[in-house]
């Protein structure tokens, strides 16, 4: 049985930082391009971020470029979230997902996503 399970979310004011967690079990993890995504309360699930199998190419959406950083550490089966300069609009539940494509995750093709997270809640008081 495939789990992701999210961790390190919480409160934070506005310009500080986080750094979300995401460890698999019941997968090969080094055979997935792994990604973040988010929602806000009222709006849709949006691609964050997107790392390659062995960590080689990553991907950003343009509104978190520059303050995220996404990685990987294979023989730990993790993924990492690391959010700096967090703004008040980055307040949202950030799930983490796995998937063999890249196009299915950086493409943010929610409905055919191998695998999804429960997610971890980040709040950004301004």
């Known amino acids: 049985q495939v789990q992701l399970v999210e961790s390190g979310g919480g409160l934070v004011q506005a310009g500080g930082s986080l750094r979300l967690s995401c460890t698999a079990s019941g997968l090969t993890f080094s055979r997935y391009v792994m990604g973040w995504f988010r929602q806000a309360p009222g709006k849709e699930r949006e691609f964050v971020a997107a790392?390659?199998?062995?960590?080689?190419?990553?991907y950003y959406a343009d509104s978190v470029k520059g303050r995220f950083t996404v990685s990987r550490d294979n023989a730990k089966n993790t993924v990492y979230l690391q959010m700096n300069t967090l703004k008040p609009e980055d307040t949202a539940v950030y799930y983490c997902?796995?998937?063999?494509?890249?196009?299915?995750?950086?493409?943010?093709?929610?409905?055919?996503?191998?695998?999804w997270g429960k997610g971890t809640l980040v709040t950004v008081s301004s």
């Open positions: 997902a796995a998937d063999p494509v890249l196009s299915t995750v950086v493409g943010g093709r929610r409905e055919i996503m191998d695998h």
């Open positions: 790392i390659t199998w062995s960590g080689g190419s990553t």
